[in-house]
Structures are given as structure tokens and as C-alpha cells.
């Protein structure tokens, strides 16, 4: 099996300020990891983030982007401008854009395409809700978003970027997957991965994403199939977030 380097995503989500921000990178600086990093800020950072990751082994990224090229559609920001602006990852599909701003499997899809064809690696967010964990359709949900996925991008794009399964009942709830759901998850993810390019798919990395914090880690990040995590409300903390770097 190929081996993957594991992945840990920041998701700043809608926080942050530039004073708040010089002191998280002050702090982060300090610190030693020996994965692959991404922090995800609001778009305005991005060009601080950029300046204050410069040196590290950690790269900036932006939390969505448009689904078009560049032109009138006031109030977006293009995949163009962030690889402008020194970008190199963008969260696309986050549970939180899906239910918030009505983004479909296939726009989210869209947008990982656009990722791709601007040369930004997007995190790919894929998850269920309670009702439908509940009702027994975690795996046929997050089938089809991943079905959506595979209908425009191919999974030798994917293994150059990563996936993120992130169950909507465990983000910013403190409630996580146990490692057994997560892993049951992810090596549905892989099998589907696998039935699209059998030899590209042990390459794709995905991410376990819900309440992850420096005591949960580890033991998430033991199982085969989770290769990281996309951290929210912990990564505010550079402490926290820097634990669960050296949990990786
Ligand atoms: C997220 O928003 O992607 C996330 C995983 O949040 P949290 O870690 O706060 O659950």
C-alpha cells in the first residue's frame, strides 16, 4: 500500500483577527511537527497567514472559493486570487456551506474541479447528519457525495489533495466519531476511491474531522484508513493545535 503522509488542516472557520492571528503564528512558530500542515482562514488573512507561515513546513488556505472564473459575480473570490494571494489548499463541500448556503453535491464538486484546475488542493468535505446516522444512511449519504466527487475529478487528482469525513453531528459538538465509526467510514471512502482507480486510491488521504482535540487524537489517528484531521475549534488554540500536529 502506498504509504501517506499524514495531514493536519486547520479550520478557523469565521474567528480570528489580526492581532489574534500574529499571536497564534507567534505561538505556532515556536512549535515542532513532523506532518503535513494547512491552515484555513478567513480570505482577508491570507496574505498575513502567508507571511507569518513563510519558512515553515505549513501552508495557508482559504475555507471556500467561487464555482466561477473570474468576472461578475460580485462578493466571490476566484481560485485565481487565491493562488494569487500565495494559497495552496481551500476547504470545499464544509458541512457548514452545505447547510448554511445551500451548497449541492454537485456545486461542491464543481468547486473541487475549479480547486484543481487553478493548482489549489482542496480538503473535500464529506459527512452525515444525526437524522440520517440515525436512520441507518451514513454510508449511502456520504456514497453520493463522493459519487459527485468522482463525476469531476479523478482520484489521482484526489491523492494530490485530500478528503475530509466529517459527521455534521460531531462538529463543534464535542461529540466525536468513535475511532471504530470513523474508521468504518473511511474504508468505505477507499473501497469507492478503489472501485473508481484501483492504484490511485491507497494514495488519497482522508481526514477525520468532529470534535478533535489533543486527548482524542491519537487514537483516531491510529486507524488505518484516517491519515489526519481537519481541525476546527481546537486550531484557534496554537497549543492545541500544535498537540494534535505532534498527535499525527
Ligand atoms: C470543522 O469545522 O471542520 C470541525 C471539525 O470543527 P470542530 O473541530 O470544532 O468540531
Known amino acids: 500500500m502506498t504509504a501517506r503522509r499524514?495531514?493536519?488542516?486547520?479550520?478557523?472557520?469565521?474567528?480570528?483577527?489580526?492581532?489574534?492571528?500574529?499571536?497564534?503564528?507567534?505561538?505556532?512558530?515556536?512549535?515542532?511537527?513532523?506532518?503535513?500542515?494547512?491552515?484555513?482562514?478567513?480570505?482577508?488573512?491570507?496574505?498575513?497567514?502567508?507571511?507569518g507561515l513563510a519558512g515553515l513546513a505549513a501552508e495557508p488556505g482559504a475555507q471556500n472559493l467561487a464555482a466561477e472564473t473570474p468576472g461578475a459575480f460580485t462578493g466571490e473570490v476566484a481560485g485565481e486570487m487565491l493562488i494569487d494571494v500565495g494559497c495552496k489548499w481551500v476547504i470545499v463541500g464544509h458541512s457548514e456551506r452545505r447547510a448554511l448556503y445551500g451548497e449541492t453535491n454537485d456545486l461542491v464538486a464543481v468547486k473541487a474541479a475549479r480547486a484543481f484546475a487553478v493548482g489549489l488542493k482542496p480538503i473535500v468535505c464529506v459527512g452525515e447528519t444525526?437524522?440520517?446516522?440515525?436512520?441507518?444512511?451514513?454510508?449511502?449519504?456520504?456514497?453520493?457525495?463522493?459519487?459527485?466527487?468522482?463525476?469531476?475529478?479523478?482520484?489521482?487528482?484526489?491523492?494530490?489533495?485530500?478528503?475530509?469525513?466529517?459527521?455534521?453531528?460531531?462538529?463543534?459538538?464535542?461529540r466525536t466519531a468513535t475511532p471504530a465509526?470513523?474508521?468504518?467510514?473511511?474504508?468505505?471512502?477507499?473501497?469507492?476511491?478503489?472501485?473508481?482507480d484501483a492504484s490511485a486510491a491507497g494514495a488519497v488521504r482522508i481526514l477525520y474531522g468532529?470534535?478533535?482535540?489533543?486527548?482524542n487524537a491519537k487514537e483516531l489517528f491510529a486507524q488505518p484508513d484516517i491519515d489526519g484531521g481537519l481541525i476546527g475549534g481546537a486550531s484557534l488554540v496554537a497549543a492545541d493545535f500544535l498537540a494534535i500536529c505532534q498527535a499525527a
Open 210 to 215: 468532529g470534535s478533535v482535540k489533543p486527548g
Open 6 to 51: 499524514k495531514l493536519i488542516a486547520a479550520n478557523w472557520k469565521m474567528n480570528g483577527s489580526r492581532a489574534a492571528n500574529a499571536a497564534w503564528l507567534t505561538e505556532f512558530r515556536a512549535g515542532r511537527w513532523s506532518c503535513d500542515v494547512a491552515v484555513c482562514a478567513p480570505f482577508v488573512y491570507l496574505p498575513q497567514l502567508r507571511d
Open 181 to 196: 465509526q470513523a474508521q468504518e467510514v473511511h474504508a468505505a471512502i477507499r473501497a469507492q476511491l478503489a472501485r473508481a
Open 130 to 174: 444525526l437524522a440520517e446516522r440515525e436512520a441507518g444512511g451514513t454510508l449511502e449519504v456520504v456514497g453520493a457525495q463522493m459519487d459527485a466527487v468522482l463525476k469531476r475529478c479523478s482520484v489521482v487528482q484526489l491523492a494530490q489533495a485530500a478528503l475530509a469525513y466529517e459527521p455534521v453531528w460531531a462538529i463543534g459538538t464535542g
